[in-house]
């Protein structure tokens, strides 16, 4: 079945450091979705990637689609407290409707 | 609107134990799906809904059980509960299975 992984599993920087985050796929994707977990919290959407080589943007947050549709990234410019939580990337298969995760990225942002 | 509810928020049961996760949506979203989130181990999909009277197994689906009567609900019943079951359960929604998923605030369930 279709395997999403994503590293690293975590991720320590200094406040104003940058952060990337990758996430790649056993299987082609037909869109591949970010989303944002607080400690204690639940997943929040972020964003949905879903045309080849596609770079979008909200504010210091940059997610790039792989030409392949099988990787992607999201990149935190000048990362600050607000940021920290886990983020998952989410992938549905051409064929499917299922959404399966990667296992995460835990980003602690010390001040 | 209250988006994705699930109920209860905490829970404690013993080995053998059986019980229903209610998770309930009010935005007519045809798309429903159960994760275990466990430490280090991501979001695992247990079971899903494309519609009213259509479910399906996701990667980890033994020793629970689903239906969905109405396009609202979707309870996760657990058949006899056991240590390995002790996790957080998020239930969530999404239209078409196509858009953003909307997650309830998670059970978090504990087998001793």
């Known amino acids: 079945g279709q395997q999403v992984m994503q590293i690293p599993q975590y991720q320590h920087v200094q406040e104003g450091e940058d952060f990337t985050t990758y996430c790649n796929s056993s299987?082609?994707?037909?869109?591949i979705q970010w989303y944002k977990q607080r400690p204690g919290g639940h997943p929040v959407f972020l964003i949905q990637?879903?045309?080849?080589?596609e770079v979008k943007k909200q504010k210091r947050l940059t997610f790039q689609f792989g030409e392949a549709k099988k990787n992607s990234s999201l990149h935190i410019t000048a990362t600050q407290t607000t940021d920290v939580g886990t983020y998952f990337c989410?992938?549905?298969?051409?064929?499917?409707?299922?959404?399966?995760f990667g296992e995460g990225t835990q980003l602690t942002v010390n001040p | 609107n209250a988006g994705v509810t699930q109920t209860p928020k905490f829970q404690v049961l013993k080995t053998g134990q059986s019980m229903t996760l209610q998770c309930a949506q009010d935005?007519?979203?045809?798309?429903m799906s159960w994760y275990r989130q466990d430490p280090g181990m991501g979001l695992r999909l247990i079971h899903y809904?494309?519609?009213?009277?259509?479910?399906d197994q996701g990667e980890v689906p033994n020793g629970y059980n689903v239906s969905r009567s109405t396009t609202e609900d979707f309870p996760l019943r657990l058949l006899s509960a056991a240590p390995s079951q002790t996790s957080v359960y998020f239930c969530?929604?999404?239209?078409?299975?196509?858009?953003?998923?909307?997650f309830g605030q998670g059970t978090r369930l504990t087998v001793v």
């Open positions: 935005m007519n979203h045809e798309y």
């Open positions: 299987t082609t994707l037909s869109n």
């Open positions: 809904s494309v519609g009213a009277g259509i479910t």
């Open positions: 989410a992938g549905r298969e051409t064929s499917g409707s299922r959404l399966t």
């Open positions: 969530a929604s999404s239209s078409s299975g196509r858009l953003e998923a909307f």
């Open positions: 990637l879903v045309k080849s080589g």
